[in-house]
């Protein structure tokens, strides 16, 4: 079969088995208990701490596709991976100081909702749409694609089997009320990734002669957060210009990722959530880019960056430990997709088919919609999974990377002019949301499958970095959305707040400003190696 495989005993695969029966055994009996309570269960809206909307937003940033993707990152390029959560702290601060107050203020649930009141109707269905694709592409089919990685790692099964394996394993969860069970033991379980990631990093230390010799066993510019413009691989200067693009559309506009904030006490509450979470992005080089690293000292003959994570786990942890971490990244990965099969559903049913197909429908018809969204999101998540490991010359890392870069112009555009220059257009904005979407993604699947430049010889090299690429992309888009508002004649533009916006508490500025100086810190260490 293959190497992970054949480290894999009957012992560990009872423990999936015993794991997998006992979540659906659960899951069964919570769908016959408590309906009403599980229906009220998330109306208590502007209820969460700091605490709460930190965790919940460093839980939807975190899971096993992340465990997966960094130990690739760090295997085949080190402590660089670091960027992409240190780096954050610059959008964070934009998320909590711009952002937050005026989405608290409009009294939004959703971002649809939000850029609705400020452009009227047709802006939110064209969002809603967006949001759709959104959802299909960066969710389902992205979080399908990684498992289905970890279900081939397993089984040594093709990609489109895996997937299915998969899909399969969600729609049942579903059906047995399962995901209901996974909800409930989410958090123990993304505690227990935590763990055994610190734990590989122990045990890899301990193995390799620790620190020193990790570092004497792996290139200098392994410990490099800042790589020089030459770097094929991540170059400064794309890093610097590209990834605020994903970065602005990810923390700032992505419904996951904002709702939490939106569910605030208030604006100090959800303010301090948003710092939260730097704080705890300040850990991923221990928990998720140092097992990289050390796969890359402890195994150098492996091959497959996309192999690391779990080849720290087969071969330092003991067998059952083995099938234990396994069921709990598949089960995490399961309610990751059943989560995203339901906002797809969702999204459909109430956004678009109820409001512009047929605002008449029965709750029995709503329902049949909602199983047919998610039949056809299952079939279209196997395809673009399958699409996705075609792609070639990327690691697991930069396929995520660039797939959400091509995602992310649009919204980047939208949402900053909207906020910044209050003579933006509602023409503007909706045609940079629908033809500019379109325009990006296209430009995404003639970079990444249909004119891909070849990895092996070099050919079709004026492709830049895709990071540029977004970044250019963004770049037009924006000048064509202030294009538009200027020779727009009707001018209907954005309906502002009219009170003044709440300013930030004193404790939150200086915790925000030593969170800065700790990045800065990390930034000075991590370089000139």
């Known amino acids: 079969m293959n190497k992970i495989y054949d480290k894999l005993t009957q012992l560990d695969f009872a423990i999936v088995a015993i794991y997998l029966i006992a979540l659906l055994v659960i899951g069964y009996v919570a769908s016959f208990r408590n309906k009403k309570k599980d229906e009220t269960l998330f109306l208590a809206s502007n209820s ?33 991976g670091g960027n992409f959560e240190w780096y954050a702290f610059v959008f ?8 937050a107050p005026r989405y608290i203020a409009s009294k939004v649930s959703t971002m649809p909702e939000f850029m609705g009141k400020r452009y009227g109707k047709s802006t939110q269905d064209i969002l809603a749409g967006y949001a759709l694709v959104k959802i299909l592409i960066s969710w389902l089919s992205l979080g399908l694609f990684s498992g289905g990685i970890l279900v081939r790692q397993i089984l040594g099964i093709p990609m489109w089997q895996s997937t299915i394996v998969l899909v399969a394993f969600s729609g049942l969860f579903t059906y047995m009320g399962g995901l209901k069970a996974i909800a409930k033991v989410n958090v123990f379980q993304m505690i227990l990734l935590i763990i055994v990631s610190l734990a590989l990093t122990f045990i890899g230390l301990q193995k390799l002669g620790g620190i020193t010799a990790l570092i004497d066993k792996t290139p200098n510019h392994f410990w490099n957060l800042i790589h020089p413009a030459s770097d094929p691989g991540y170059p400064w200067h794309a890093l610097l210009l590209g990834y605020p693009v994903s970065a602005v559309a990810f923390f700032c506009t992505d419904q996951s990722m904002v709702q939490s904030v939106l569910g605030a006490k208030n604006l100090k509450q959800g303010q301090l959530g948003v710092n939260f979470i730097g704080w705890l992005k300040v850990l991923a080089l221990p928990m998720f880019i140092l097992p990289g690293i050390l796969c890359f000292a402890l195994f150098p003959d492996l091959t497959d960056d996309k192999l690391a994570y779990m080849t720290m786990v087969t071969n330092l942890f003991p067998s059952g430990l083995n099938g234990l971490v396994i069921c709990v990244l598949i ?10 099969l339901n906002a797809l559903s ?51 890392f930069d396929i995520f990377q660039s797939i ?48 891909p430049p070849d990895a092996a010889t070099g050919s079709n090299t004026w492709w830049p970095h ?17 294009i538009i508002s200027l020779v727009d004649k009707n001018k209907v533009t954005a309906a502002i707040e009219t009170a003044p916006l709440p300013k930030a508490d004193k404790q939150v500025k200086i915790l925000f400003v030593l969170l800065g100086l700790v990045i800065l ?5 991590f370089n000139g190696h």
């Open 331 to 340: 089960a995490v990965l399961v309610a990751t997709i059943g989560s995203s």
């Open 521 to 525: 810190t990390l930034y000075i260490i």
């Open 404 to 451: 959400l870069g091509y995602l992310a112009p649009p919204l980047a555009v939208t949402f900053l002019l909207s906020v910044f220059w209050k003579r933006t257009t509602k023409l503007a904005v909706n045609v940079i949301l629908s033809a500019g979407s379109a325009f990006s993604l296209l430009v995404g699947m003639l970079n990444l499958w249909i004119l």
């Open 346 to 396: 969702t999204v459909f049913t109430k956004d678009i088919y109820v409001n512009n197909i047929n605002p008449k429908a029965t709750v029995k018809k709503q329902i049949n919609v909602g199983r047919y969204t998610v039949i056809a999101g299952c079939v279209l998540a196997v395809l673009m999974a399958i699409a996705f490991d075609n792609i070639q010359g990327k690691t697991l």
């Open 92 to 99: 964070l601060t934009l998320l909590a100081m711009v952002f």
């Open 48 to 80: 969460l701490n700091w605490y709460n909307i930190g965790f919940n937003m460093w839980g939807t940033n975190v899971g096993p596709s992340s465990l997966l993707a960094f130990a690739s990152i760090g295997f085949s390029a080190g402590i660089v």
């Open 466 to 482: 895709y990071f540029l690429i977004s970044f250019y992309i963004f770049a037009v888009l924006f000048v064509a959305a202030i």
